[in-house]
């Protein structure tokens, strides 16, 4: 539901969307993923569950720009307000120029909040083969906000994730050891009908100058498993 209030005086509008559906699910992983879950783009070749993970091998194409063409990425409905978290551990650090892998916030490939543990690009190329965080955000097709956090402490390309939903706000928060989390940066935009859920793939290539908007990741980049033992969801809005 869509509820538009506007000020009779000055004309101010504020839109506030109200979003009803079934309560979001945690998995462990301990067997076959539970049955709330959709995959957007499934190849079941580059999917598993062993030792207790969801283990996502990346292949080319995300969700951003105008690649949209993302494999395996698990969604459930999740319109309520919550939290979700994840413990994300990589095989190998995120290959140049962008692959990634994390927790999405989605309506559709156009409009989302991604917040993921990957290859880190500056405005004058890598960043020094380092890997990092990125807040990404699209609405309606066009980049809202791209955020990139540098991280010490990283050991063996294991992080721990969380993406909080408050309305339309998204806050991200990490942690390198499980149990003390760091806010790494929040962005508001208002999704229709959203899922939440885990995505892991090679990337797209940075729209800055110097790169062509857009372009796939470069097939040199070897793929990279993603393992993610848990998705713990919280949710915080009214039942």
Request: charged residues 20%.
């Given at each position: 539901a869509v509820i538009s209030v506007i000020d009779d005086v000055t004309a101010d509008k504020a839109v506030y969307l109200v979003n009803f559906g079934p309560k979001a699910v945690s998995d462990e992983f301990k067997s076959a993923?539970?049955?709330?879950?959709?995959?957007?783009?499934?190849?079941?070749?580059?999917?598993?569950?062993?030792?207790?993970?969801?283990?996502?091998?990346t292949a080319a194409g995300d969700v951003t720009l105008a690649n949209n063409n993302a494999a395996n990425v698990f969604l459930q409905s999740a319109n309520s307000d919550w939290t979700a978290d994840t413990k994300l551990t990589c095989s190998a650090t995120p290959a140049m120029p962008a692959q990634n892998a994390g927790i999405v916030a989605y309506q559709d490939d156009d409009n989302f909040v991604k917040f993921v543990y990957g290859a880190q690009m500056g405005r004058r190329g890598p960043a020094g083969g380092a890997a990092g965080l990125q807040i990404v955000c699209e609405e309606g097709g066009n980049t809202k906000a791209s955020v990139n956090v540098r991280v010490?402490?990283?050991?063996?390309?294991?992080?721990?994730?969380?993406?909080?939903?408050?309305?339309?706000?998204?806050?991200?928060?990490?942690?390198?050891?499980?149990?003390?989390?760091?806010e790494a940066g929040k962005v508001e935009v208002a999704l229709k009908d959203v899922q939440a859920g885990l995505i892991a793939c090679d990337g797209v290539m940075p729209s800055f100058g110097g790169f062509r908007m857009g372009a796939q990741a470069p097939a040199k980049a070897e793929p990279m498993k993603a393992s993610f033992d848990m998705f713990k969801i919280s949710s915080t809005g009214l039942k």
């Open positions: 993923p539970s049955s709330v879950w959709t995959v957007l783009g499934e190849n079941k070749a580059d999917w598993k569950v062993q030792s207790g993970a969801l283990a996502i091998t010490e402490g990283v050991q063996n390309n294991v992080v721990w994730l969380r993406l909080q939903k408050k309305g339309g706000i998204y806050t991200a928060f990490y942690s390198v050891d499980g149990k003390k989390f760091v």
